[in-house]
């Protein structure tokens, strides 16, 4: 039996999540494990369709695949994006179709589930026969309860391969949408001394995405700038190298044109857009690189109280993860979401009500400082980098430390001694039974009362 290990990281074989797949080779000797550095030599394979063929034709002959790769931006690596983009382009889907397939990650936990989601339904669109996913936490392989987790995990997939067991279609076919936009009448839209930035990867004139772009640009008085990440300097994808980590200096300064246009242009707006086409599941393999080398900051929420709104052509209606995915990645910049457009939301009337509506949205929004509150993607997701960097991850993210420890972010609940002793004090006084009923009888209303104190204090609005 002969499983094709596609290999997600821009690292190669240097990879955790190559360990991982070592493990079940060693494991498992009767199964030959045959790797591709795909994420790694993604530029040779956009030029050289030969090497890229005689992959592909390995992973036909191959009795499975197993999709491995470290998690970046929640999601996979742009490098191992574009490959993705290559067998669709290129018409190689059928190499695919039929195969027993499997995902195997590495990453500290944060939105893994996105990037699992993406690749299955990258599977069901390849009609790949869908087997599960197994997400390792970067130091699972040292623990032996999950090394034998992994192991079985392994037995069933290899089980699965055998057996021909069938996977259910969770993902169906996505369907263009059929609307041909046309900007309507434009109510301006005054910005009152805040900068508009709209970004889109690539907007072929005369498309819908340039057609909406540019209306919502138009709305906006001054109109937006505009800017095409095709026209920006980018020499390659994020290295994971993590150089970064200690002065958030990445390994790219001074070889290319993205710090400076991050810092300059991303940094410097008030209200920020972002505008592409969608190509398989996420958008381009190019604004996947934009995302990856804004990795550049690390942890460090460095878009804070900006405006950020998403304008997209193509089945975004259908791609819940994706909105999952931009919606986590605003709220971890502690940034305010305008919203969502998208062409196929409903007719060119109701689209062009649909820009109106999100550009006055954010000047508004921009206008009183508002950011919605912090929902669970911001809080968990905080908190999970909290404890990473404090702990075990400190020495390689130092900026994050300095960041976190400056803004009183290591604020640890064990740290809150007034609550721990009310908390020890109660818990020993409702162990006596008659105090645990009295509590039991005033617990809804005590619970109020802090609330309903402010809220009669409150002097009304004139």
């Known amino acids: 039996m002969k499983i094709a290990v596609l290999n997600g990281s821009p690292k190669g074989q240097i990879s955790v999540t190559m360990q991982y797949v ?5 494991k ?48 996979v690596a742009s490098q191992y994006k574009r490959f993705i983009e290559l067998i669709f382009e290129r018409n190689v889907t059928a190499s695919f179709r039929g195969k027993p397939a499997a995902v195997l990650t590495t990453s500290i936990n944060f939105f893994d589930y996105t990037a699992h989601n993406y690749i299955h339904a990258i599977c069901d669109d390849l009609q790949m026969n869908y087997f599960g996913s197994y997400s390792a936490e970067m130091n699972d392989l040292m ?51 805040k900068k508009v930035l709209i970004v889109v990867d690539d907007a072929a004139e005369g498309s819908n995405l340039f057609q909406m772009v540019e ?3 138009q709305t906006f008085s001054p109109a937006a700038e505009l800017v095409q990440l095709k026209d920006i300097d980018i020499k390659g994808g994020c290295l994971g190298c993590v150089q970064c980590g200690f002065d ?30 969608v190509h398989d599941r996420y958008l381009s393999s190019l604004w996947k690189c934009y995302f990856d080398r804004s990795f550049f900051n690390g942890h460090i929420p460095v878009l804070p109280d900006k405006q950020i709104g998403f304008v997209i052509s193509g089945p975004f209606s259908q791609i819940y993860n994706l909105r999952e995915i931009f919606e986590a990645s605003v709220e971890m910049q502690h940034a305010g979401l305008v919203g969502f457009v998208s062409d196929d939301m409903g007719s060119p009337a109701e689209i062009n009500v649909a820009l109106q509506n999100i550009a006055s949205r954010s000047a508004i929004q921009s206008k009183l400082g508002y950011i919605q509150p912090p929902t669970f993607y911001q809080v968990a997701g905080t908190k999970l980098f909290r404890d990473a960097v404090w702990s075990r991850l400190r020495v390689v993210f130092q900026a994050d430390h300095r960041y976190y420890k400056e803004h009183g972010m290591y604020n640890f609940p064990q740290k809150n001694y007034k609550w721990r002793i009310i908390n020890s004090t109660l818990v020993l006084l409702t162990k006596i039974p008659a105090v645990r009923r009295e509590f039991i009888k005033r617990m809804k209303t005590e619970m109020i009362k802090p609330c309903a104190n402010v809220v009669k204090k409150t002097e009304p609005r004139v």
């Open 22 to 26: 070592h493990f079940l080779e060693r």
């Open 28 to 75: 498992f000797p009767g199964i030959e494990f045959k790797f591709f550095d795909v994420a790694l030599k993604i530029k040779k394979l956009e030029k050289d369709d030969k090497a890229f063929q005689e992959i592909i034709a390995e992973i036909a002959a191959a009795d499975a695949v197993l999709w491995a790769f470290p998690l970046y931006f929640l999601l």
């Open 143 to 193: 623990k032996s309860r999950e090394r034998q987790r992994l192991k079985t995990f392994g037995e069933l997939f290899i089980m699965a391969i055998k057996d021909g067991t069938p996977s259910i279609r969770n993902n169906k076919p996505l369907i263009a949408p059929d609307v041909v936009f046309a900007a309507e009448k434009i109510t301006p839209v005054e910005t009152e001394g």
């Open 215 to 217: 209306r919502l640009r």
């Open 248 to 277: 958030n200096v990445c390994a790219y300064e001074g070889k290319d044109g993205f710090i400076d246009f991050f810092n300059q242009k991303i940094k410097t707006a008030d209200i920020l857009f972002f505008a592409g086409s």
